[in-house]
């Protein structure tokens, strides 16, 4: 995908935030040199597996330094995103790179998946996109409850990643289309929640007014 200049600034603004942070808050094991492959690039291959459609709600699940979920918000500016970090002095640097680089779009809590679900701002996510966060036979259960009905889960995962030990989990959280595909350098593990987005739902008919009955032409009195 090609981003404009602004995007590209504010990508490499977040590098310098997440590169200066992690000093003391042991975010990436990554080169600085290799960051723009191995964090922006990898991050932004997702953006081919969906649509991604404007107004959507999405889910971070364990940002950790905000990958993928600030590439993809920097990129879809009309996607409401919600970024899932349960130690709390890694979601701070995340509310500190929201606000410096302005993303209107993006929102931190600090809390895991069952926190999340069992709270009061829990908010069914029509995608949800994780980055190793989480071991896949604890994650793959709770995406029924936490992906709406048609919601789309991504997940970068490791290369020797293998569908099969997978697919018994995922039909009993009512997951469907198991797939685990080669996305440029990203290994990505991709599954639909079971029924229709509520966007794409036929709407009920109307009911038909009901009828007058027709006036008495003739005086009354």
């Known amino acids: 995908m090609t981003l404009g200049k ?8 977040y590098l310098t935030l997440l590169y200066a942070a992690n000093r003391t808050l042991n975010l990436t094991r990554v080169p600085r040199e ?3 492959d191995r964090h922006i690039l990898e991050s932004l291959q997702l953006l081919r597996l969906a649509p991604w459609e404007d107004g959507a709600e999405a889910l971070d699940l364990g940002s950790g330094g905000g990958l993928p979920g600030i590439p993809l918000a920097v990129a879809r500016p009309r ?12 979601a701070r640097f995340l509310e500190e790179v929201v606000r410096e680089l ?3 779009n993006v929102r931190v809590q600090a809390q895991d998946s069952r926190e999340y679900l069992a709270s009061e701002d829990f908010r069914p996510a029509r995608y949800l996109v994780s980055r190793a966060a989480v071991p896949l036979d604890r994650l793959v259960p709770e995406l029924g409850r936490l992906l709406a009905p048609g919601g789309v889960a991504l997940l970068l995962v490791s290369p020797r990643t293998a569908a099969g030990p997978l697919a018994p989990q995922a039909a009993a959280a009512k997951l469907e289309g ?9 290994t990505v593990v991709r599954l639909r ?3 229709a987005p509520f966007s794409t739902r036929p709407r009920r008919p109307a009911r038909a007014p009901t009828p007058s009955p027709p006036r008495d032409p003739r005086p009354r009195g």
């Open 6 to 13: 602004d995007e590209g600034d504010l990508l490499e603004r």
């Open 34 to 36: 290799q960051a723009a």
């Open 79 to 90: 996607v409401r995103f919600r970024l899932l970090e349960r130690t709390r002095k890694k």
């Open 102 to 104: 302005g993303l209107a």
């Open 178 to 186: 198991l797939q685990v595909l080669s996305c440029g350098a990203a």
């Open 193 to 195: 929640r079971r029924g």
